[in-house]
């Protein structure tokens, strides 16, 4: 759990985060949104103290971040950045492995580490474990900075901007390696972004900043219903609002008991890709259909359009 | 076309050789420019042993200027060291424009004739190439490696020897390399103030009007110049790995 109290950061007569208090669950992913120079990314930088506070302070698990030297609190925080940062001497097995030999494991300990990673990352450890940055594509190369980011098993993981540089496929495909990642270790996340889409699609919590201050810091449902500001409610799309809220439902929790011969859709699908389906087939309801082929139930338009009204 | 470039190197590298080993065997080559029978090969001391000490002045110097203005671009390029930036620049600019003939004529006074002066003019001149070349390859490392390195955990002094240094080594051993082979010629003129080296052969054959002295000399300068950049050149490259900085 991080506990972000009074946090604020001020650049000689500038204040770049005022007065910003947050909780973040453990086991959770919070997005960070904002416009630029909204102190998004600064706040997030003062979690690892990369920045340092000016005033407030922040707990992770009780423990206040400045009660050890700042580069030993880093070792235990993951962090990732636009543009990975990955080291352009050292292979991929020698960057993954950074944090670890930092902290000073056992050889072996770091081997068996990194090829675990390399796996669970689809970076075969033959082509890529002996290869060097530069001879990775993009999102090859994305991976491995979330892979070294992981490496010492952290609890917490930092991530600013993390696919801004990928092109919009293998965004989509990062944020849901990222989704499973989160599943599989159970850390925590806070993520910065200007993309109010991702936030959506990987915040359990999001939390909207302008000029340095914390509008609102809520579920992504909540941010669409009740937006505590004119502001939030601009960034979340005044527009596509009702879309947006179908996207954050998926056909499994929305499915009613029955069944009808529309056409099949999986229990992951989102109610707005449902509908989607059901508007280019021109039919009225679908059959929610789980990977074993069991019918799960089935969606109709009006229940659809219900769930997309406050 | 490489190997052409290996033919080029190995025929230089055997000239040079062979001319140190062997001077008199290229006697009749250099009689033509000799006139009254003067000696058309230098005679007054060992080509191998003036060559070999001059390359000993340059390298000593190398290494001592090497040091040096690695030391100053790591502490100007560090944010408690910025400000002896500007200092430090004005001092190693003048390192180099002050002539190494001048450089000479203040030192002999102050340390006496023979090697001594001459490794100061040295050490003074090759400063700025690697200077330069240090401040350059650090302050060029992309900031998110840098960014990456800190939210790593690394401390400054980690940062520095596993992620600055070994990015910036590239132009830093350039930097050595351009200050060498500028030196393996300068070193010449230390033979004014009796260091020993091929400056000798070339100042002996302005005192006696003998062309053929003059050209032997500054030809073996020359290939020991061209043959010690090429050789570090490679060498480099087999050392380190190929780095793409995007």
Known sequence: ?310 | MPRAVTVLRLAALALLVGFLVTPQSFAPLFAPLTQYGAPPIYDQGNLLTLALAQLATVCLAAVASSIVAVALGILVTRPSGAQFLPLSRTLVNIGQTFPPVAVLAVAVPLVGFGEKPTLIALFAYGLLPIFENTLVGLRTCPPAVLEAASGMGMSARQRLLSVELPLAMPLILEGIRLSLVINVGTATIGSTVAAKGLGEVIIAGLLSSNTAFILQGGLLTGLMAILLYDGLATLERRLLRPVTLD
Request: aromatic fraction near 4%; hydrophobic fraction near 45%; include cysteine.
């Open chain 1, 1 to 310: 759990m991080i506990t972000v109290e009074n946090l604020s950061k001020r650049y000689g007569n500038t204040t770049v985060v005022d007065g910003v208090s947050l909780t973040v669950e453990r086991n959770s992913i919070t997005a960070i949104v904002g416009t630029s120079g909204s102190g998004k990314s600064t706040l997030l930088r003062m979690i690892n103290r990369l920045v340092e506070p000016s005033s407030g302070r922040v707990l992770i698990d009780g423990r206040d971040t400045r009660d050890e030297p700042a580069y030993l609190l880093r070792r235990h925080i993951g962090y990732v950045i636009q543009g990975n940062g990955l080291f352009p001497h050292r292979t991929v097995a020698e960057n993954i492995a950074t944090v670890p030999r930092l902290l000073g494991w056992e050889a072996r300990r770091i081997e068996a580490r990194v090829a675990e990673l390399l796996e669970v990352f689809a970076l075969d450890p033959a082509s890529y474990a002996h290869a060097l940055p530069h001879q990775l594509s993009g999102g090859q190369q994305q991976r491995v900075g979330v892979a070294r980011a992981l490496a010492a098993e952290p609890m917490v993981l930092l991530m600013d901007e993390p696919f801004g540089a990928l092109d919009p496929i293998i965004r989509a495909k990062a944020q849901d390696d990222l989704l499973d990642i989160q599943r599989r270790f159970g850390m925590t996340v806070v993520l910065v972004t200007h993309d109010m889409d991702e936030a959506f699609r990987l915040g359990t919590q999001v939390a909207v900043m302008s000029g340095g201050r914390l509008l609102q810091y809520d579920r992504p449902a909540v941010l669409l219903t009740q937006p505590a500001d004119p502001f939030v409610a601009r960034m979340t799309g005044l527009a596509d609002r009702a879309m947006r809220l179908l996207s954050l439902v998926t056909a499994g929790e929305a499915a009613l008991p029955g069944t009808c011969d529309g056409p099949a859709v999986p229990p992951t699908a989102t109610l707005r890709e449902v509908l989607s389906e059901l508007l280019w087939r021109g039919a009225d309801s679908a059959r929610v259909v789980d990977a074993e082929g069991r019918v799960r139930g089935q969606l109709t338009v009006g229940a659809i359009l219900a769930r997309g009204r406050p």
